[in-house]
């Protein structure tokens, strides 16, 4: 009977160490396009693991921009936010690296020229 | 303390850091609109070497504007994706800072058009492409 707390203690254990606290590495965010064009949202995320430190690639990276870009083939992205953060599991032992992207499809063309206004 | 323990003691800073080594860890990351018009995909980096941690400043990213500008010198670089990564060599005592920026290089008169919301008139105020603002003026 004098042993009863490791259980609970250990369930703690366990549950702190598989749920994952957040941590935000760093945000960005681009211009925003008028209110009519913010129709269509594209998104995009994409992981690497850091195991006891050691990161495997930086692809993932490249891999969220591709497929970032590829969800708006015939149209402008505008108002993206980027964002990195880390996932940390098991006291930090395990991080996983996230990066998200999202931002507005505008596929309609500004029927405002700028060019035509420097012509002045 | 075992005799196996005692000897494999040293060797533990050893393994960390030949495992640690050439690690490439993600510090932070950044994009910008992308544009309709995707052209030639354009790359420039800066880099900085870091010895014990001792570092005075960070002038070099300065320099990755000019980089970038000079692989699209006749158009605007689009649609810019930074990355800071840092390498660790030989354990935490040597690594090197890398900032990458890559964009799309996009040439002629269809950057005007969109791309990040440049052309778009504002309640009276239009803002060129270069994201300065400048007074609407009726033809």
Redesign the interface.
């Known amino acids: 009977m004098k042993k009863q707390w490791h259980k609970p203690a250990l369930a703690a254990l366990v549950v702190q160490g598989l749920s994952g606290c957040m941590t935000v590495?760093?945000v960005?965010i681009?211009?925003?396009?008028?209110s009519s064009f913010r129709q269509s949202v594209v998104k995009t995320q994409t992981s690497s693991p850091?195991v006891?430190?050691?990161?495997f690639?930086?692809d993932y990276?490249d891999e969220a921009?591709a497929d970032?870009?590829g969800r708006?083939k015939?149209?402008?992205?505008?108002?993206?936010l980027?964002k990195?953060e880390d996932v940390n599991y098991f006291i930090g032992l395990v991080v996983v690296?996230k990066?998200s992207?999202q931002?507005y499809c505008?596929r309609k063309?500004?029927s405002?020229?700028?060019?035509?206004?420097?012509k002045? | 303390m075992s005799f196996v323990w005692r000897m494999s003691l040293p060797l533990i800073p050893m393994v960390?850091t030949v495992?640690?080594s050439a690690?490439?860890?993600?510090?932070?990351?950044?994009?910008?609109?992308?544009?309709?018009e995707?052209g030639r995909l354009v790359e420039a980096a800066v880099a900085k070497n870091i010895i014990l941690g001792f570092n005075f400043d960070n002038d070099e990213v300065l320099q990755l504007t000019r980089k970038l500008r000079d692989k699209c010198p006749s158009g605007s670089v689009r649609?810019i994706?930074t990355?800071?990564?840092t390498t660790l060599y030989v354990g935490f005592f040597y690594w090197e800072r890398k900032t990458l920026a890559?964009g799309y290089c996009v040439n002629g008169?269809g950057v005007?058009?969109?791309?990040?919301?440049?052309?778009?008139?504002?309640d009276g105020v239009?803002?060129?492409?270069d994201?300065s603002l400048?007074p609407?003026?009726s033809?």
């Open positions: 590495r760093s960005s681009s211009q925003l396009p008028e850091i006891i430190g050691i990161p690639n930086t990276l921009r970032f870009v708006c015939d149209g402008a992205i505008e108002g993206v980027s990195h690296q990066v992207l931002g505008v063309v500004a405002v020229s700028t060019k035509k206004k420097r002045v | 960390t495992c640690l690690c490439t860890y993600t510090r932070a990351v950044s994009e910008t609109n992308v544009p309709r995707r649609g994706m990355q800071d990564l890559k008169s005007a058009d969109n791309t990040d919301g440049a052309a778009r008139s504002l239009a803002s060129g492409p994201g400048e609407e003026i033809l």
